[in-house]
C-alpha cells in the first residue's frame, strides 16, 4: 500500500535562478527531464516516498522555490516548517557559487527556532566541459558549513537519487536519536502510519478482528 | 434502468422506507418517487466497522457499549433520533464545516453502517418536511434522550469536534437535505451571498486558530491512518479524496495560498493604522467595491449544459487572459478532459453491454466499469480538478503580489469571482453526470450499496465546491493590499 510511510519530511530546494532546481527534482519525482521549463512561480510541490532500508519508507515532500529575486520575499516563509534543503549552484555560473554564502545566510536567518540540514548540490556536472567551480572548491565551502557536497545532473540522471536519499538518511538518523524532534504546528517532520511498527495499534485490531469472528 | 430517471436522487421512494417507522407526512412532498428495489434494513459492514473506526474514534464510543443493541434498526426512536441528529449536524453546518466534509460523510457512512439507518434519500425527505423544527432543534446538538442516543453521541462527539474546528456561519449548505445537494453550487452560493459579504467569512477563517488547510491536512491524517490500517487486513482500495487531493498537492497549495492571505492581511491592517483617520476612510471606501466582488452571487446552474472541452479551456483561457498573470491553466484543463473521457468510456460500455445481453450478468461483469470503479474514478477527479483549482489561486495570488503587470484589483477580483463559479458550476456538472452514470450502471445493484456511493460523490463535489470558494476569499486580502500599494 503507497500510503505507508514511516515520516513525511519536508525539503525546500533553493538556489539562484536557472540553476536547474525544477529539473532536478522533476528528474527525482517523475523520472523525467524536461528540456525547457517556464521559470517557476513562488512555489510548486512535489512528493515522493523513498525506501531507506527495506521496509522503512520516508514520504518527501518537496517545496520547489523560484530562484528569480522577485519571489524572494515569498521563499523565506518557507524555511520555517522545512527540515532538510537542497542548496543547489551549476557548476558551469560561478556566479551561483558565490551566492551560496547569501542563501545560507538567509536560511538561517528564516527558519529560528528550528534547523534545517542542508545539502550542497553542484549541479549540471553533465557540463564538465564548461565547468567553473572546481570539485575541490565545492568540497572545501561544503565542509565549512558542515554539509554534505554532491554533483548531479537532471540531463544524464547522475547523483540524483543518492543527493535526495543521502539527506533523507541523515535527518532520519537525527530523528532516530532524537535530536530532530515532532513537534506540534512544526511541518518539517511529520510521523506517518508504519502498521510493523506500531505495534499497539496493530494488536488492536487484531483483536478487535478475533472477536467479530 | 435507462437514462430516463434523470432525477438520481429519487431512485428510492420513501414509501419503502423499511424501518417501519414509515414518516406518513412524506405523501406531501412533491416529488414524484422513482419505484425501484427496497432499501436494505441494516447497513452493518463487519469489515468496514473494524477497519474504518479509527482509533480515537473507538475511544469515544468506548464507554456506551454496554448499551444493548445500540444499532437496532428497528427501533423507531432510531428513526426519530436520526432524524434530529440529521437536522442538528446539518443545520450547524456552514460552508466551511462542510469542507471538513469526508469527516462527514464518514461519520454518515459510519453512522449508516453501524445504525441501520435510513437510506440518505429518506433522510433528505426527512429534513424536507420538517424544515420548521430546524430552528429549534439546531440550537441542541444534543439528541433527546432515548434509549438509541447513545450510539449517537458517539457521532456526535465526533462530529462535534469538527464543528467546533471550524467556523459555524449559522447558515447551511446542507439544510435543504441531501437532495438539494444536486443543485451544491447554487446552494453553496446561497450560503454566502447570505450569511456574509465575503469579508468577515475570511476574517474569521484567518482568526481561527486553525486554519483551513491545517483542518484537511489532520482529517487527511486521520484518513492516512485508516488507510493504513485497512491495507494491512486487506479491504476495498476505496477512493480516499483527503489523500487524492493531497496527491495532487491540493493541501500544500491551500497552505500557501494561505500564507500569503495571511501576509496581506497583516500589511493591509498595519498600513491602515499607520495612516491618519481620513486617509483610512478614503482607503476603505476604495476598498469597498473590491469586497462587492468577493460576494459571490447567486448564480442559477438550471440552464446549464455541458460544455466541451474547447468551451471550457476557453472560457477559463480568457479569464485568466483578463487577470493578466503569467500562469496557463493547462493541468487544470488537462484533468477536466481526463475526467469526461473516462466518463464517455463507462458510458459507451454501459451502452455495449446493454445492446448485447442484459440477461448474462457474469460475462457482462467482466467488462462493464463497476460502480464502485465509478464512484473512485469520480472521487479521484473532483479531488484532482479541486486540487488543480488551488494551484491556479495560489499561483494567481503569488503573481498579484510579485508580478509584473499592473491590473485594477476590481477587475482581477470580478475575473477570479467568475472563475470561481465556472469551477463549481464545472464540479457540479461533473458530480450529476458520474451519478446519472452510477444509477444507470448500478439499476441492478441493491440501493443499500449504490446510495452510500451517490451520496459520497454529491459530498465530495460540495466539499469541493467549499474548498474552492474558501480559496477564493484567500483571494480579497491579497487583492487589497495589491491595490493599496497600486496607489501609493
Known amino acids: ?213 | 434502468m435507462s437514462g430516463e430517471n434523470e432525477n438520481t436522487m429519487d431512485n428510492t421512494s420513501p414509501q419503502e422506507s423499511p424501518d417501519g417507522a414509515e414518516p406518513t407526512g412524506l405523501d406531501s412532498v412533491e416529488k414524484v418517487p422513482v419505484v425501484s428495489e427496497p432499501v436494505a434494513v441494516t447497513r452493518k459492514r463487519p469489515e468496514s466497522k473494524s477497519n474504518s473506526v479509527s482509533m480515537e474514534e473507538e475511544e469515544e464510543k468506548a464507554p456506551e457499549k454496554k448499551d444493548p443493541e445500540p444499532s437496532e434498526p428497528k427501533s423507531p426512536s432510531g428513526w426519530g433520533s436520526w432524524g434530529n441528529w440529521g437536522k442538528s449536524l446539518i443545520s450547524t453546518a456552514s460552508a466551511t464545516v462542510a469542507t471538513v466534509g469526508h469527516g462527514i460523510s464518514t461519520a454518515i457512512e459510519k453512522a449508516e453502517s453501524t445504525l441501520g439507518v435510513p437510506s440518505p434519500v429518506e433522510l433528505s425527505f426527512r429534513s424536507n418536511v420538517e424544515p420548521t423544527e430546524d430552528a429549534n432543534a439546531s440550537d441542541s446538538p444534543a439528541v433527546p434522550g432515548g434509549e438509541s442516543s447513545s450510539p449517537m453521541a458517539g457521532a456526535l462527539g465526533f462530529l462535534s469536534s469538527i464543528s467546533t474546528a471550524v467556523q459555524s456561519t449559522g447558515k447551511t449548505v446542507l439544510t435543504g437535505g441531501l437532495d438539494a445537494l444536486e443543485f451544491i453550487g447554487k446552494k453553496t452560493m446561497d450560503v454566502i451571498a447570505e450569511g456574509d459579504p465575503g469579508f468577515k467569512k475570511t476574517k474569521g477563517l484567518m482568526n481561527r486558530n486553525s486554519t483551513l488547510s491545517q483542518v484537511l491536512r489532520e482529517a487527511k491524517e486521520r484518513e492516512e491512518q485508516r488507510v493504513g490500517s485497512a491495507a494491512e487486513t486487506q479491504t476495498h482500495g476505496k477512493a480516499h479524496y483527503g489523500l487524492l487531493f493531497d496527491e495532487h498537492q491540493g493541501l500544500a497549495h491551500l497552505e500557501a495560498l494561505e500564507l500569503l492571505s495571511k501576509e496581506s492581511e497583516a500589511k493591509v491592517k498595519s498600513i491602515l493604522s499607520a495612516q491618519p483617520g481620513e486617509k483610512v476612510v478614503e482607503l476603505k471606501t476604495e476598498l469597498e467595491p473590491l469586497k462587492e466582488t468577493f460576494s459571490l452571487e447567486e448564480f442559477d446552474d438550471d440552464d446549464e449544459v455541458e460544455k466541451g472541452d474547447e468551451d471550457f479551456s476557453q472560457e477559463i483561457a480568457s479569464l485568466f487572459a483578463s487577470l493578466q498573470i503569467t500562469v496557463r491553466p493547462d493541468k487544470l484543463t488537462r484533468a477536466r478532459k481526463a475526467a469526461y473521457i473516462w466518463m464517455t468510456e463507462v458510458e459507451a460500455k454501459g451502452m455495449e453491454e446493454n445492446a448485447e445481453e442484459p440477461e448474462t450478468e457474469t460475462s457482462g461483469k467482466k467488462k462493464k466499469a463497476t460502480v464502485e470503479e465509478i464512484h473512485d474514478l469520480a472521487i479521484h477527479s473532483l479531488a484532482e480538478l479541486t486540487a488543480c483549482s488551488m494551484e491556479l489561486f495560489h499561483k494567481s495570488a503569488t503573481l498579484i503580489l510579485h508580478g509584473e503587470t499592473q491590473v485594477p484589483a476590481v477587475s482581477r477580483g470580478k475575473a477570479l469571482s467568475q472563475m470561481t463559479i465556472t469551477l463549481c458550476k464545472e464540479l457540479s456538472l461533473l458530480s450529476k453526470k458520474v451519478t446519472t452514470l452510477l444509477t444507470t450502471t448500478g439499476a441492478l445493484e441493491k440501493s443499500d450499496v449504490l446510495n452510500p456511493l451517490i451520496t459520497g460523490v454529491f459530498l465530495e463535489a460540495s466539499n469541493s465546491a467549499s474548498y474552492i470558494q474558501d480559496a477564493f476569499q484567500l483571494l480579497l486580502p491579497v487583492l487589497e493590499i495589491s491595490h493599496i500599494q497600486s496607489q501609493t
Open chain 1, 1 to 213: 500500500m503507497e500510503a505507508i510511510w514511516l515520516y513525511q519530511f519536508r525539503l525546500i530546494v533553493i538556489g539562484d535562478s536557472t540553476v536547474g532546481k525544477s529539473c532536478l527534482i522533476r528528474r527525482f519525482t517523475e523520472g523525467r527531464f524536461a528540456q525547457v521549463s517556464d521559470p517557476t512561480v513562488g512555489v510548486d510541490f512535489f512528493s515522493r516516498l523513498v525506501e531507506i532500508e527495506p521496509g522503512k519508507r520516508i514520504k518527501l515532500q518537496i517545496w520547489d522555490t523560484a530562484g528569480q529575486e522577485r519571489f524572494r520575499s515569498i521563499t523565506r516563509a518557507y524555511y520555517r516548517n522545512s527540515v532538510g534543503g537542497l542548496l543547489l549552484f551549476d557548476i558551469t555560473n560561478r556566479r551561483s557559487f558565490q551566492n551560496v554564502h547569501e542563501w545560507l545566510e538567509e536560511a538561517k536567518a528564516h527558519v529560528q527556532p528550528y534547523q534545517i540540514v542542508f545539502v550542497l548540490v553542484g549541479h549540471k556536472c553533465d557540463l564538465d566541459t564548461q565547468r567553473q567551480v572546481t570539485r575541490h572548491e565545492a568540497d572545501k565551502l561544503a565542509t565549512a558549513y558542515g554539509m554534505r557536497y554532491i554533483e548531479t545532473s537532471a540531463r544524464d540522471a547522475i547523483n540524483v537519487e543518492k543527493a535526495f536519499t543521502d539527506l533523507t538518511r541523515d535527518i532520519y538518523e537525527l530523528v532516530r536519536k532524537g535530536e530532530i524532534n515532532i513537534q506540534e504546528g512544526w511541518e518539517g517532520v511529520k510521523s506517518g502510519f508504519v502498521p510493523n511498527v506500531v505495534h499497539s495499534s496493530e494488536e488492536v485490531i487484531k483483536s478487535d478482528r478475533r472477536c467479530l469472528c
